[in-house]
C-alpha cells in the first residue's frame, strides 16, 4: 500500500538555524513527489516537484532533495516568515494521478 | 481573479441544513478536485473531475454530492451533515490528470457542523 509518513511532526528554531523536514515513502514506482507550503487558514501552496532519485530544486532559503526512499526539505537560515506547515505528497505509476499527502511538519522559527 | 477561489470561507451550518461550496478555478485547467482537511489527518481525496466527468470518487457519504457544471467550475453540495464532517474543504485544479503536474490549491472553506 502506498504510504508517505512525514516527521517530525512539530519543528522549532531559532532565526538562522537551518535544519532538515523529513518525508518517508512507499510506493511501487513513483511518479513524482511534490512539497507544499501551508500558511494557517490557507490552502497548500506549491513549492517543488521531484521526479527521480538524485534530483535536487532550490528556491531561496528551501532546498529540495529526493532518494528512493525520501525527500528532505532543507531550510538554511530560516527566517519567522518560513513558519508554516510544511506538506509532502506522492503519485505511484500504480495510482496514475492519485496524491497521497503526509500529515505534514508544522514549522515555527522564532525570532 | 486569479488561481482557485472558493466561496464562502467560512461555514456554519446545522445537520439538518443544504448548502453549497463553490470553487471556481482561472487557469484554464481541465481537470478539478475536492479535498478534505481534518487536523492531525492526511488531506482526503474526495472526488475528481477531468473535462467536467467525475473520474473519482472515493467512497464518500451520500451527503456529500459533487456537481462539475464545466471545466471552471465546480460545487460540493452538503446536506444532512454530522457534527465529524467538519473540516476544511480544500478545492484544487491541475492541467491534467497525468499526476505529474502539481495540483493548484484554494484558500478552501471552514465548515462547522452543529
Known amino acids: 500500500e502506498d504510504q508517505v509518513t512525514q516527521s517530525p511532526e512539530a519543528l522549532r528554531l531559532q532565526e538562522g538555524e537551518s535544519s532538515s523536514l523529513n518525508c518517508s515513502y512507499t510506493v511501487s514506482g513513483l511518479r513524482g513527489l511534490f512539497w507544499y507550503r501551508q500558511d494557517p487558514g490557507k490552502g497548500p501552496e506549491f513549492l517543488f516537484t521531484?521526479?527521480?532519485a538524485g534530483e535536487e530544486k532550490e528556491k531561496e532559503r528551501l532546498k529540495a532533495t529526493l532518494t528512493k526512499k525520501e525527500s528532505f526539505l532543507h531550510i538554511t537560515a530560516p527566517k519567522p516568515e518560513d513558519s508554516a506547515t510544511y506538506l509532502c505528497a506522492v503519485v505511484s505509476m500504480n495510482t496514475g494521478n492519485q496524491f497521497y499527502f503526509g500529515t505534514g511538519t508544522s514549522l515555527t522559527v522564532i525570532p | 481573479e486569479t488561481g482557485v477561489t472558493q466561496t464562502p470561507r467560512h461555514l456554519v451550518m446545522g445537520m439538518t441544513n443544504k448548502k453549497s461550496l463553490k470553487c471556481e478555478q482561472h487557469?484554464?485547467?481541465?481537470?478539478m478536485y475536492w479535498y478534505k482537511q481534518s487536523a492531525k489527518k492526511p488531506l482526503e481525496l474526495m472526488f475528481v473531475y477531468s473535462l467536467e466527468e467525475r473520474v473519482e470518487n472515493n467512497s464518500v457519504p451520500s451527503r456529500f454530492s459533487p456537481e462539475c457544471p464545466n471545466s471552471s467550475h465546480l460545487f460540493l453540495h452538503l446536506h444532512t451533515l454530522q457534527p465529524e464532517d467538519s473540516a476544511l474543504y480544500l478545492c484544487?485544479?491541475?492541467?491534467?490528470?497525468?499526476?505529474?503536474?502539481?495540483?493548484?490549491f484554494g484558500p478552501g472553506t471552514r465548515l462547522l457542523v452543529l
Open positions: 521531484l521526479y527521480s
Open positions: 484544487a485544479s491541475s492541467p491534467s490528470l497525468a499526476g505529474k503536474e502539481t495540483q493548484y
Open positions: 487557469l484554464g485547467h481541465n481537470a
